[in-house]
């Protein structure tokens, strides 16, 4: 494994990205959605940076199965909030296809949300993406990523770093 973004780096970029998100929804409703469970690691971080008053719910959304990316988004579970009103910012850990952002973003949106922006950990600029992140963490080459939330098969999540697997 190489080892791509070290502990210090990351937590530095999160702080940045907190500063970043608070000037920019200083004084509207927020509500951070964790898309889960990659998002889990990065969102609890970010949210402590943020010095504004919000809201926190979390979404469980997919499109891997065994490691390989399969293209459909399944969300599998609701909101405790509601959305109605809100602005949103999705949280996740990591921007490859777009598509589990764009399709929050839209669900989100049918739901009554007044905006639906995305704050994600790591972007791989992969060609053919229909939307990008609002704001991105990283860039990162198209590599299989591991740590700090992002995983293999569930595994890895808890290594303070970001790393690349061989």
Excluded at 62 to 74: A, C, L, N, P
Excluded at 114 to 138: H, I, M, Q, Y
């Amino acid at each position: 494994m190489e080892q791509l973004f070290s502990r210090e780096v990351v937590s530095m970029r999160i702080k940045e990205m907190g500063r970043e998100l608070s000037s920019f929804y200083a004084g509207r409703q927020l509500t951070v959605i964790v898309l889960m469970n990659g998002g889990a690691f990065f969102a609890c971080d970010l949210v402590r940076e943020m010095n504004i008053p919000l809201w926190f719910d979390s979404l469980r959304a997919s499109s891997y199965i065994h490691d390989r990316r399969e293209g459909k988004v399944t969300l599998t579970e609701t909101l405790k909030l509601p959305v109605t009103g809100r602005h949103i910012l999705l949280a996740d850990d990591v921007f490859d296809s777009g598509e589990t952002v764009r399709t929050c973003r839209q669900y989100l949106l049918e739901a009554g949300a007044v905006s639906v922006k995305s704050a994600v950990l790591v972007n791989k600029k992969l060609p053919g993406r229909t939307c990008e992140p609002d704001w991105a963490g990283f860039e990162a080459p198209d590599r299989y990523l591991v740590g700090f939330g992002l995983d293999s098969e569930e595994f890895h999540r808890n290594l303070p770093f970001i790393g690349a697997m061989n």
